[in-house]
């Protein structure tokens, strides 16, 4: 069983950077792709980017591409998720996931493909 946390959120200013990371603690094997989600009040909870353990490959949302960079950590079954020139709409609630249910290694995965969930981190964007 995993344990995912994740770190790093806070409030900054729109233009401004930040960087989430996520560790998924307790397997020893590789967790074959880790994403990040985000939900803001009143909305939906949406994927935002993914890596797959297999490239490794990388997949973004359209509305975080050439903004957002999703990396693997030194440390196995970690990820950051470097966010640059951030926006209002940015704001809300960052989700950590984990291990996948299905074989794909192609897009973002939906929420019920991951099998292993962190608390969230929160990420203001506001002047």
């Known amino acids: 069983q995993l344990h995912v946390a994740e770190s790093g959120g806070g409030s900054v200013q729109p233009g401004g950077s930040l960087i989430l990371f996520c560790e998924a603690s307790?397997?020893?094997?590789?967790?074959?792709?880790m994403g990040w989600f985000r939900q803001s009040p009143g909305k939906e909870r949406e994927g935002v980017a993914v890596?797959?353990?297999?490239?490794?490959?990388?997949f973004y949302v359209d509305s975080v591409q050439g903004r957002f960079t999703i990396s693997q950590g030194k440390i196995l079954n970690s990820v950051f998720l470097q966010m640059n020139n951030l926006k209002p709409e940015d704001s809300g609630t960052y989700f950590c996931a984990a291990d996948l249910r299905s074989n794909r290694y192609y897009g973002i995965p939906k929420e019920a493909e991951y099998r292993y969930w962190g608390q969230g981190t929160q990420v203001t964007v506001s002047s």
């Open positions: 307790g397997y020893t094997s590789d967790a074959r792709a």
């Open positions: 890596v797959y353990s297999r490239g490794p490959a990388t």
